[in-house]
Every structure is written in C-alpha cells, then in structure tokens.
C-alpha cells in the first residue's frame, strides 16, 4: 500500500507541472478536476483519522499555490498515516459519513485503495485535457514511477 502513496504523491507533483504549463492561466474544467482530486484526498484522509470531514468540500475551486499546499499537507498525511500500519490496520473498520449523510463502514485498505484509484482516474481526466490543448502530457503511471525510482537508485 505504502508504494502507491509514494507514487500518488509522485504523480500528483508531475500533475500540478503538467496544469501549470498548459498556459498562463490553466483550463477552468482542468483546475475543477484537480481540485476535485486534491479535495476528495483531504477528505478521505480525515476519514481514515476518525476526523470530521462534513466541511470539507469535495468540488472546490483552488487556486494552482492551494493545489500546491494541499499536495504537500496530504503527501505528508498519507505518509504518517500509512507508515506505522501493519497488516491487521488495514483489515480495521472505518466508520464516516457519506456526502449525503449516511453512515459506512468500509476497511482501511479498501478506501486506501479507492483513494488511490479515484486519484489515477482524475490525473487521466487531466492527462487527456493536456492531450486536446496540443501539449504533450507528461506520464504519470506507476510503471513511470518505478522506472524512475530505478534509474536514480
């Protein structure tokens, strides 16, 4: 689980390059998504903290220094979140409220592995954005990640 957070973390970096580079003022629909990503990552983190989450919306509209902000504040939270997990953690119940107020239980593993999807889903989203302005996107798979981890160590 841990090598996925290390490689969302990596691709949400590249992602913010990517939206910063398609012009001098990114795509509205663009920044919309991104945001979405980040906000959805800062929520579901609450979650798995047992923190509230109800004020915490999940389309907001950041600025690209606020997209910054909040990859750091959740690279780093997953980060301390995941690190000191065993395997019994991620077989835990978690206990949230949905956006229409219903109450779930789902494991950890299981929204860790939601979060990590959810996110791969958006930075495509992004991806195809940069595609159609005519830039070239930059690749933000794990095999990506992988092989540069390998060349640098």
């Not at 690279?75 to 979140?81: A, H, I, L, M, S």
Request: a neutral charge; glycine letters at 6%.
């Amino acid at each position: 689980m841990w090598r996925l957070f290390e490689h969302a973390d990596w691709a949400n970096r590249r992602t913010l390059e990517e939206v910063q580079s398609l012009s001098g003022s990114p795509d509205p629909h663009v920044l919309e998504i991104f945001s979405h990503m980040l906000a959805s990552e800062k929520v579901w983190l609450a979650r798995l903290r047992g923190e509230p989450d109800a004020a915490m919306p999940l389309h907001p509209r950041y600025s690209l220094k606020q997209c910054a902000s909040l990859i750091d504040e959740t690279g780093n939270g997953y980060c301390r979140y995941i690190a000191p997990l065993k395997d019994a953690d991620l077989q835990k119940i978690v206990t949230y409220r949905n956006t229409r107020g219903i109450e779930c239980n789902m494991q950890a593993k299981d929204i860790l592995a939601h979060v990590a999807l959810h996110s791969a889903h958006h930075r495509g989203q992004i991806t195809a954005a940069a595609r159609k302005a005519g830039s070239v996107p930059i690749h933000t798979d794990y095999i990506a990640f992988a092989r540069e981890e390998t060349r640098i160590g």
